[in-house]
Structure formats: C-alpha cells, structure tokens
C-alpha cells in the first residue's frame, strides 16, 4: 500500500506542474505559497479538528521541529518552486525534479549517516538513467543543450528543501496523527510566508483573481498539499526516505503520459526505454527493502 500512495502522490505533483506552469502569469509565487496551504488547513482543520486538539501539547513541545517541517515542506517550499516555474524550460525542471533521489540519499547519510544498499543504489541508478534517457531525448549530446538559469537554481534550492524535509520526517513528534502533523506543518508555513505573501502584495505584485487561478489554488491546496502530503508522509514512515525518493522518478513518466493525452505529444521509442527502466530501477529499490527488512518488522508493519 505505501507504494501505490508513493505513485498516487507523484501524479497529483506531476499534474500540479503542468497546472502551475500554466498559471504563473496570474499568479505570485508567495501568494500560490500562501493560499495553497490556507485552503489545505480549512480543509483539514473542518473533519481532523479533534486529532489536532487532542495532539496539541505534543505539537507545541516540538515547536521547533514542526517549525523546520514548516519551513523547508510547506509554504516557503512550494513559493520557491512556483517562482522557478516562472523562468525556467519544463525540460530543465523536469531533469532537476529528478535530482530528489540523490538529495535525498545526500542528506540521509549527512545528516542520520544512513547508507543506502546495493540494491538501493543500483536501483537509483538504473531509473536516473531512464529519467535521463527521457529529458535527452534518446541522444546523450542533448545534455550539452542544457542551460542553468536563475529559475534552475530556485529550483534546485526547492527541491534540496524537499529532500531535506522528508528525511526529517523521522524526527516527527511520536504518536502524533498524521492530519494532525500535516495542520502543524501547514500553520508553520504559513507564518513563515504570510509576512512575504504581505510584502508581495504592498509592493503591487497582486493576483490576477480568474477562474483559472482560483481552480489552480483549489487544486494545489486540496490535492497537491492535502491529499498529497498525507499520502507521502505516511508512505515515508512505513518504506523510509530513500526507498520514497525513487519514486519521484515517476515524474517524467507521468509528465510524458500527461503530455501525450492532454497536449497530443507523440510518444517516441526513447519515452518506452526510459519508462521501463524507471520502472526497473523501482522495482530493484522495492525489493531491496523488502529483503533488508526483518521478518518480525514486516509481521508488525501496519497495512497501509
């Protein structure tokens, strides 16, 4: 079950890519940042209200925790890579997006000193060279094509966010419900945003308020920050940062399905190859895990 959240969960943000992209010119990056999240709290707080009440002391004793959850996973995060969008190709988003794994991996042995196995690796391997296969088009020379621009780099700096909030997910406030982290994490963000999606606003840079920028926030706060985070990080808790991490490969598979049935993109030899090695490299990373987990923790996991 964690496996199917992890897919569930990488087509809704491969799906609010293209809905993002398609919008920056109606909206700000810190106004997306803060209403995204805005709505995935109202959301939350209207059915999860006595989860959150009943976790509270446990959230305000590790205010500082849920702080960084805050910052690096909600609001500040999604500004960043919304104001990325804004100058860079879908190409060299794309092929960045692709990076999480290895973040991931970095961050893992930096900071928790874990080390991945050989079948991790070669997992990780196998599908960042069908990711490649697909951004390149089937030639290795197109990677000399590729230009880092100022949206690249807010790009990378959102995805090393990323990458950095899931693998500190397993400092996340003991028996806490997962809504109940999600509203903690989502109220951090929040704050930290509300004073930027402000300054924003008073310096003239306002929403185009259209049907089309109120759809995109509604869609990226109830499935991109509601249904999403609750997914992933639920899925993180049972598979681990690095097994998840794989399955941000999916974004370009996703990205190419998505651009063949709603823009009429042909598919190519090159989108098969690089689809079927993702999906090798994730099967080598899926039973790795398996294999390297012990017998009485695998009797004692929960279903889903």
């Known amino acids: 079950m964690p496996y199917l959240f992890l897919i569930i969960t990488v087509f809704i943000w491969a799906l609010n890519g293209v809905v993002g992209k398609a919008v920056t010119p109606f909206l700000q990056p810190m106004a997306m940042g803060f209403w995204r999240w805005a709505i995935a709290v109202a959301i939350l707080l209207a059915f999860a209200w006595r989860h959150v009440r009943a976790d509270w002391p446990e959230l305000r004793r590790h205010w500082r925790m849920m702080l960084v959850f805050g910052f690096l996973g909600a609001g500040l995060h999604n500004a960043i890579a919304f104001w990325g969008l804004k100058y860079t190709t879908a190409v060299n988003g794309t092929l960045l997006n692709s990076a999480v794994p290895i973040l991931m991996v970095a961050m893992s042995w930096l900071l928790f000193r874990e080390r991945l196995t050989r079948g991790q690796a070669a997992g990780i391997v196998i599908s960042t060279l069908g990711v490649l296969c697909i951004l390149v088009r089937g030639d290795p020379a197109n990677l000399l094509l590729l230009r880092l621009n ?56 306002r929403v185009d308020w259209r049907w089309e920028s109120v759809a995109a926030l509604l869609f990226a706060g109830i499935f991109s920050s509601f249904i999403a985070y609750v997914l992933w990080n639920r899925a993180v808790a049972q598979v681990g940062a690095n097994v998840a991490s794989t399955f941000m490969h999916l974004g370009p598979v996703f990205g190419t399905a998505l651009a063949w049935l709603l823009l009429g993109e042909r598919l190519h030899l090159f989108h098969v190859a690089g689809v079927a090695a993702i999906f090798a490299g994730i099967i080598v990373v899926t039973r790795s895990h398996r294999a390297h987990v012990p017998d009485a923790l695998k009797a004692a996991a929960p279903d889903g």
């Open 150 to 205: 100022p949206g690249d780099l807010l790009m990378l700096t959102s995805m090393l966010m990323w990458a950095t909030y899931t693998v500190c997910l397993r400092r996340k406030p003991a028996g806490v419900h997962p809504f109940s982290l999600i509203v903690g994490t989502a109220a951090a963000g929040l704050a930290i945003v509300a004073p930027l999606y402000a300054l924003e606003h008073a310096l003239g840079v």
